[in-house]
């Protein structure tokens, strides 16, 4: 029996991929390879063993995705495929809600369709939007402030109210805050397309010499050193989240949702000494306005998923750091050959 992972061949994907391998799981790939590379597909066998089957589709496009359902035993689903680019949402969000939104529902008929009862939802900790203190736990409101968070937040109530009506259906939620880092092997990593929204690929662009240096998005927030303070959590320690996350699935336990958090808050200058010193490399930066719709401080209390996942990120700053600057040190330029 299968494991689906839709959006398997990009950043967050790509590494649960290769978990998932070594946990014992057969993967199968979707992915319309819209902000991926076919070349992720070596990199996993180079490092598994392993080469996935692949097939190259949008889910929105139902028939394609219905025959993969049909000519393989699959058991569950792991949903990363989506848009992703809060800004880029914000001018195309008719585009990122028919996306986000559509590709899900056909895939959730999809899978209704062929008895596939167990499913892990990509979210992200934006659907807590400006929180009122922190560390962030579940139960804390909700509320979005761009398209792209409001179609996570979306997806949730959607996925709640199927798991409510759908005794049979099975579904972990993991709320994610803010992914950095990269496999040991430095063959696969971030690779955003153009200029990079994120902080992490940015300062590595930077300390690779594809850009100049990095623009600081405020210093006089409320936080020790004024500057934007987040959650920054290993993409490994994500992925071991969804191989746990995908375990919690075989006690049907309805619907679960967990932040997949350090618990450990990191403002922007903390992140770039600490990346100076991990590479040994300067980042020149520079103090300017802040960034329409940032907020001052998001990190979370993960203690929910240590305790029902026996779950907890393994690593530090450190090898965030290093591991990010070795996948760009080695692919200046990415996947391109
Ligand atoms: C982090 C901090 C910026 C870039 C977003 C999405 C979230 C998830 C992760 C998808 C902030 C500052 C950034 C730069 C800067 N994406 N910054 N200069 O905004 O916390 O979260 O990405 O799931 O859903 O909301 O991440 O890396 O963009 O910003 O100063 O060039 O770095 O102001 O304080 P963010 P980020």
Redesign the pocket.
Known sequence: MAVLVTGGMGYIGSHTTISLIEAGQEVIIVDDLSNSSVVVLNRIEAITGVRPKFYELNVMDESALTQVFSENEIESVIHFAAY?A?GESVEKPLEYYTNNIVNTLTLLRVMKAHGVHKFVFSS???VYGDPHKCPITEDFPLSTTNP??STKLMIEDMLRDIAKADATFNVAILR?F??VGAHKSGTIGEEPNGI?????P?ITKVAVGKLSR?????DDYPTHDG????DYIHVVDLADGHVKALQKLDELPGLVTYNLGTGNGLS?LDLVKAFSEASGQEIPYQIVA??AG?IAM?YADASLANKELGWTAKYGVKEMCEDSWRWQSNNPNGYEI
């Open positions: 992703k809060v992200s900790a934006t792209y968070g994610y803010n992914p990079p929204n994120n902080l992490m940015y990095l623009n600081v998005f405020g500057t934007g303070v987040r922007v802040r960034r940032d998001c």
